[in-house]
């Protein structure tokens, strides 16, 4: 199950580009106003509202005619997002927003810690050095526990950073079917850095312990991350269902034993 994770990581680390992150995937609905429009690993959802949409990342540089197709197919208008937003600032998830905000006029949120970056295309980015995308300009910055609100949705912001210093997952309640769900956008901890002596980001592996309790304490029904494998995101589609709390539980749990295996790795413990 997280054999695709570590395939994602070493891709990220040789800075090479999976097939999967470029190859189309039918755009589909998670549940309630919620949907997916990104590849077959790089997740992008769409928040539909009555007045206009929130785009959650955006996937590589050449992604805007993707994005357009799959919002097209569940009969939305790439012209109609007025929000976007991201999990992190790193090529693979934010390459195509500035094209994005061209197009459509909307305006980015960005947390604080992840601002800096987007803004000036990756170059302050010391994870992923090489990897530099458009800039974008950052319209609001958020904070933990900062409400997004359009068209009677209101997202929740959650920092959960580590992976990047302004990692962040977002929250929201969907209704499907006559049910109310809890759903989580969770950007998981996946350690693309050095975490002791990081002198770019000292806070890192404090950062990431934070993260980790803020997320074991939250109890999604439905949950999405950043990478479709991250949340086994063909077999729920298959299935028809992405209801999976357990599953969350889990993947979180994982992720935070690869944390710590690894810290206790590079401060020379085992
Ligand atoms: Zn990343």
Redesign the pocket.
């Known amino acids: 199950m997280f054999r695709a994770l570590v395939f994602v990581l070493a891709g990220?680390a040789a800075f090479a580009q999976p097939e999967n992150w470029r190859k189309p995937f039918p755009a589909h609905k998670i549940a309630g106003n919620l949907y997916y429009v990104g590849t077959e690993d790089l997740a992008c959802f769409v928040i539909a509202t009555p007045e206009g949409h929130i785009l959650i990342n955006s996937g590589l540089a050449d992604s805007t005619p993707l994005i357009r197709e799959s919002m097209g197919k569940l009969g939305f208008k790439l012209e109609d997002v007025k929000i976007l937003l991201t999990m992190?600032?790193?090529?693979?998830?934010v390459a195509a927003l500035a094209e994005i905000q061209k197009i459509t006029g909307a305006k980015m949120y960005a947390t604080e810690p992840d601002a800096p970056a987007l803004e000036d295309g990756g170059k302050s980015d010391t994870?992923?050095k090489g990897n530099r995308f458009a800039p974008i300009r950052v319209d609001r910055k958020l904070k933990d526990g900062d409400v997004i609100r359009l068209g009677g949705v209101e997202l929740v912001t959650h920092l959960t950073p580590g992976?990047?210093k302004g990692?962040a997952s977002y929250s929201s309640k969907v209704e499907e079917k006559g049910k109310t769900y809890k759903a989580l956008i969770a950007n998981m901890g996946?350690v693309?850095m050095p975490l002791a002596g990081n002198a770019a980001y000292p806070e890192i592996a404090e950062d990431f312990a934070r993260s980790f309790e803020a997320q074991k304490a939250m109890t999604p029904d439905i949950w999405v991350a950043?990478h479709a494998s991250q949340y086994r995101m063909q077999e729920k589609y298959k299935a028809g269902s992405f209801v999976d709390p357990q599953g969350y539980k889990e993947a979180v749990e994982e992720y935070e034993r690869l944390f710590r295996e690894r810290l206790a790795r590079e401060r020379g413990e085992r």
Request: aromatic residues 6%.
């Open positions: 990220v992190q600032a790193h090529f693979d998830h994870a992923l992976h990047s990692s996946s693309v950043g």
